[in-house]
């Protein structure tokens, strides 16, 4: 079963939420002492990580099948599939390649036990029938479900470097090889200052009021600028207007009255009809990535920084577009200025 869905699903209190794992989704089946491994395609890996043959022991002998991650933990107890890289391509690998990478099964799912399919039952059940396995060895864990909201999952993943968390529907059954929105990954993404230059009205009941706003930032600082000789240019990174509060809303419409301005401020041309600001405000932003048109994926807003001055906001790495091609790359320097 693989994760149709995207982004934190509504309804969340009706999902379980899981660490999201970064490595290799592997099914084992155990029985009569052997354990078998299989990768997401169906083909037979056991070799390739002999000590998981220890999962027979971890389960006291009980035939069973989970489903669930081979992964391998850097120094911080987290999962990185880069040093898992060492391990997944070798089909025997060595006494010291063994020692030095080890590997750990993440079970998150039991799909049969005892003679039984479970495949049917629901997620919260199939959850507590694995918890009860109490499977607790050097080389099998059950992954942890994760008790906080998801806005505090998602700080907490950037916080500590994590990929993001799944959030699986309690009543879901397990629908083997089949894509399913009753799980979703949530991707935890960047977070940074961007400049506001603009604003389109919203939609409905927000016909009337600022629907999204047009952020950007900076493509060199004031000292630069000065050095240079000229302004520096305000480069258009798209539209947010998830995260707009009622009371952000009040407040950014009484400071776009003071700064409103006829003509756009930024370098390149936006794409969507926009009333103007002067660019002096900041806000906080969360987005999952820049694509390779230069646009912001998935941004949110999460506040005014009344802290930052706008001028300060300049574009760096992590503002680097995914793998811009000729037709996609931004006019101007991202390229040269920023990889």
Known sequence: MLAGGRGVPPGTGAHLFEPKLDGQRVVATVEAGQVVLANRRGGEISATYPELAGLAGALGGRPAVLDGEVVAFDDRARSSFQRLQRRMHVARPPAQLLADTPVVFVAFDVLWLDGALLVERPQQERRRVLEDLALRAPVVQTVPLLDAAPEELLDACRQVG??????????????????????????????????????????????????????????????????????????????????????????????????????????????????????????????????????????????????????????????????????????????????
């Open 162 to 339: 994590l990929e993001g968390f799944m959030a699986k529907h309690r009543d879901a059954p397990y629908l083997p090889g089949r894509r399913s929105t009753a799980w979703s990954k949530v991707k935890c993404g960047r977070r940074r200052e961007l400049v506001v230059g603009g604003w389109s009205p919203g939609q409905g009941s927000r016909s009337s009021s600022i629907g999204s706003l047009a952020l950007g930032c900076f493509d060199v600082g004031p000292e630069e600028a000065a050095r240079r000789g000229q302004a520096a240019r305000l480069r258009y990174l798209g539209q947010a207007g998830s995260g707009l509060t009622e009371a952000t809303i009040a407040q950014l419409r009484r400071l776009f009255d003071q700064i409103e301005i006829p003509t756009s401020p930024f370098a390149e041309k936006p794409p969507v009809p926009l009333r103007f600001v002067r660019p002096l405000l900041v806000v906080e932003v969360a987005y999952s990535e820049v694509t390779g048109s230069g646009l912001l994926r998935q941004p949110s807003i999460k506040g005014l920084r009344t802290d930052v001055v706008a001028e300060e906001v300049v574009a760096d790495a992590d503002l680097v577009p995914a793998s811009p091609g000729p037709k996609d790359r931004p006019a101007g320097e991202w390229s040269e200025r920023y990889t």
